[in-house]
């Protein structure tokens, strides 16, 4: 399964910007998908993460009640909403699926996007 990221660019802070994943095939068999970003120098963070039925989801403090991950297993596809964006956003956005029972760190994440690039300034 690849998974294929679109979107990102450059946004003013406030504005809202959403991030679509398509997988190439079913994303029912992982466990869990979540975006992650990382900028340069520092390691890769967990953003927002979301189960298999997207009953459940888990997003980092820092963009609780901005963010928001859903997926639409039906299309195969994982999206990450973002409002009121800011500077501190700024990142290279990946979305990754993980299939094994633990998905809490990227190793357990074995498939990734391509990453897009999110830049948020005025």
């Known amino acids: 399964v690849q998974l294929v990221q679109s979107g990102g660019g450059w946004v003013r802070p406030g504005e809202s910007l959403t991030l679509p994943c398509a997988a190439s095939?079913?994303?029912?068999?992982?466990?869990?998908m979540a975006w992650y970003r990382q900028v340069p120098g520092k390691e890769r963070e967990l953003v927002a993460a979301?189960?298999?039925?997207?009953?459940?989801?888990h997003y980092v403090d820092s963009v609780k009640d901005r963010f928001t991950i859903s997926r639409d297993n039906a299309k195969n596809s994982l999206y990450l909403q973002m409002n009121r964006l800011k500077p501190e956003d700024s990142a290279m956005y990946y979305c990754?699926?993980?299939?094994?029972?633990?998905?809490?760190?990227?190793?357990?994440?074995?498939?990734w996007g391509q990453g897009t690039q999110v830049t948020v300034s005025s």
């Open positions: 990754a699926a993980c299939s094994g029972y633990v998905c809490s760190t990227p190793v357990e994440y074995a498939y």
């Open positions: 095939g079913s994303v029912l068999s992982f466990n869990a």
């Open positions: 979301i189960s298999r039925s997207g009953e459940d989801t």
